[in-house]
C-alpha cells in the first residue's frame, strides 16, 4: 500500500468503529464529529505534507525491513540525520497546524520498543524484537497512525502499582493463555487516540517483582473489544459548534485531543505482545521513550512558537505600533527564547548513538536539557505575546454578536485598529493569540513528556557529577594534572 494522503487518512477512519464518549454522548463518526474534526485535520497534516515536494526530505523516510519509501511517522531511526530530520518534521507540522498533530508519541512508541526488546530478548531468550519488527512493517504497509499510551491513571501516588487499593489503577495482566493475554486498567492524557488506527501501550514507571503483571506492553486496534475511549475537555472546546473565529485555531485546534482510554478485559494476541513480565526492563522502556520524547519539544513546541510570534507581530501592525522599539525588543526576545530550545533539540539530535538493536536514540542529558526548557520558556514568550496583544486578547466580543446584524455596525466601528486592517482581521487575530498563549497550550508543555521533576532525576543521573568533581580538584590544585605537568615539568 502507497503512502495515504490527508483525505485518505481521514476516509481510513470511517473503516474503524470505535467507543468514544464526550459530554455524555457517544460519538458515532470520528471522521464527522466537529469536536474532533479540527484534531483529525491536524493528524491529516501528517499525511498531506508527506506528498508535498518541498518536505519530502524531512517527511518521508526509506524502511530499512522493507527498503519502501514511508511515512517518516512509522520510521525506525537508523542514523543521527534521522533523528535531525525528526525535529525538522516536527517543527515543520508545529509552524503548519499551530497545535500538536500526535503523531510522535507512537512513532516514539515503536522506536523505544524497538531497543528495548532486543535487550530483552538478549538476556531471556524471548522473540519481542522480531514481534515489534514484524508489527512496524504492518503499521509502515499499511501507513496507520499509532497513538502511545504510557500514563496510567496511578491511583495513590505514594504507592507503587501492586500496593494500590484498586489493582486496576495501572494497566495490567489479568490473563496468561495460549492465544495471548488479557489487560485491564486506564491510560491517561492519550493524545490522537480517538483519531489513530492503533494504540501501543507501555508501562509508565520502574517495576519490581511484586509489579510484574503490570510489566506489560502490547498493541491493538482502536476499536478492539474492551477498549473505551472518554475524550478530555479543553479550553473553549464548545467554541467550534458557534464557527470559526472564536475558536482562535478553527482548523487544527489546541494540543492533542487526549483522551483516557480505558482497557475493560481487553485480548491482545501473542503476536502483539512486546513485553510480558519483564519488570526489570521496565525503566529501560520508560526512560527510552520519554529520551525520543523530550527531544521533540524543541521541534513541535519552537513550530507552535513560530505561529505566535507571527501572530503577535501581525496585532502590533494592526494596532501600528510595529516600529516601537519595545515591541521589537518583546518580539526579540520571543525569538531568541524559542530558537533556543529549538538548539537543544538539534543538539540532542546531533549527539544521537547507535543502540546494540541498530537503531538510533538522542542524547538522553540533552533530550531531558531540551523539555525542561519547555517547562519554562513557553510561559515566557506566552506572556510577552499576551503584553504585546493588550486587553482585547481576554475581552474581544463574541463571534455571535459580530454576525448579528444589531451589534455588527458597532463592533466594526470600535474594534478597529489601523484604519486600512479590516476589523474581522484583528478579531481573528486576537482569538489565535488567545489560543496559543492563555488556553492548554501552557499546561501541555509542562507536563507533557513528563513534568519538570522528572527531567531533573535524568538530567542529575546523567550530568556525570563526579568528571565535574575532579576536573574541579585538578583545577584547584587537589589531584594532579598531567598536561600541566608536561607543560611546564612540574
Known amino acids: 500500500m502507497e503512502m495515504m494522503n490527508g483525505r485518505e487518512y481521514i476516509e481510513s477512519l470511517r473503516k474503524y468503529k470505535p467507543r468514544i464518549y464526550f459530554m455524555g454522548k457517544k460519538v458515532e463518526s470520528v471522521a464527522d464529529d466537529p469536536i474532533l474534526a479540527p484534531h483529525v485535520n491536524a493528524a491529516a497534516m501528517t499525511y498531506e505534507l508527506a506528498h508535498d515536494p518541498r518536505y519530502e526530505d524531512i517527511m518521508t523516510a526509506t524502511s530499512h525491513l522493507t527498503g519502501e519509501k514511508i511515512n517518516r511517522f512509522t520510521h525506525i531511526h537508523q542514523s543521527t540525520d534521522d533523528l535531525v530530520k525528526k525535529v525538522r518534521m516536527m517543527r515543520l507540522l508545529g509552524r503548519k497546524t499551530g497545535s500538536c498533530f500526535q503523531r510522535c508519541v507512537g512513532l516514539d512508541a ?35 497512525m499509532v497513538a502511545g499510551a504510557m500514563t496510567d491513571v496511578k491511583g495513590d501516588r505514594g504507592k507503587r502499582p501492586h500496593q494500590q487499593a484498586d489493582p486496576d489503577l495501572y494497566v495490567r495482566i489479568v490473563e496468561r493463555g495460549d492465544d495471548g493475554i488479557v489487560v485491564r486498567g486506564a491510560k491517561a492524557h492519550i493524545t490522537g487516540a480517538v483519531n489513530s488506527h492503533e494504540i501501543i501501550a507501555l508501562p509508565t514507571r520502574a517495576m519490581g517483582k511484586e509489579d510484574k503483571d503490570y510489566a506489560v506492553s502490547f498493541a491493538v486496534p482502536v476499536d478492539a473489544e474492551g477498549v473505551v475511549m472518554i475524550f478530555g475537555r479543553q479550553t473553549n472546546d464548545l467554541r467550534r459548534l458557534d464557527g470559526d473565529i472564536d475558536c482562535g485555531n478553527a482548523k487544527y485546534a489546541t494540543v492533542g485531543g487526549e483522551a483516557l482510554v480505558i482497557f475493560d478485559n481487553v485480548f491482545v494476541p501473542w503476536e502483539r505482545v512486546f513485553m510480558c513480565g519483564e519488570y526489570d526492563f521496565a525503566s529501560e522502556l520508560v526512560e527510552t521513550f520519554a529520551t525520543f520524547h523530550r527531544q521533540n519539544y524543541g521541534g513541535c513546541k519552537v513550530g507552535v512558537a513560530d505561529v505566535l510570534i507571527g501572530a503577535s507581530a501581525c496585532i502590533a501592525e494592526y494596532n501600528g505600533v510595529e516600529r516601537a522599539s519595545h515591541i521589537v525588543d518583546k518580539l526579540t526576545e520571543m525569538i ?32 531531558n536539557v531540551t523539555k525542561l526548557n519547555i517547562t519554562r520558556l513557553p510561559y515566557e514568550w506566552s506572556r510577552l505575546a499576551q503584553d504585546l496583544a493588550g486587553g482585547f486578547v481576554i475581552t474581544t466580543p463574541s463571534e455571535k454578536d459580530y454576525r448579528n446584524p444589531e451589534t455588527r455596525d458597532l463592533i466594526e466601528k470600535y474594534m478597529k485598529g489601523k484604519a486600512e486592517i479590516p476589523t474581522e482581521h484583528r478579531l481573528r487575530m486576537f482569538r489565535l493569540i488567545e489560543n496559543l498563549s492563555i488556553g492548554a497550550e501552557l499546561p501541555e508543555s509542562m507536563h507533557g513528556a513528563g513534568s519538570p521533576a522528572a527531567q531533573k532525576i535524568m538530567i542529575w543521573r546523567r550530568s556525570n557529577i563526579n568528571m565535574k568533581k575532579e576536573e574541579a580538584e585538578r583545577i584547584a590544585g587537589i589531584k594532579p594534572d598531567e598536561n600541566f605537568k608536561k607543560v611546564r615539568g612540574k
Open 110 to 144: 515503536i522506536n523505544a520498543l524497538y531497543i528495548t526488546t532486543y535487550d530483552i530478548d538478549q538476556k531471556y531468550g524471548t522473540d519481542y524484537h522480531d514481534r515489534i519488527r514484524k508489527y512496524v512493517e504492518y503499521v509502515q504497509k499499511n501507513d496507520l
Open 336 to 367: 531568541h527564547l524559542a530558537e533556543t530550545c529549538w538548539c537543544c533539540s538539534l543538539a540532542c539530535s546531533y549527539e544521537g548513538f547507535r543502540t546494540p538493536s541498530g537503531a538510533y536514540m538522542p542524547n538522553l542529558l540533552l533530550a
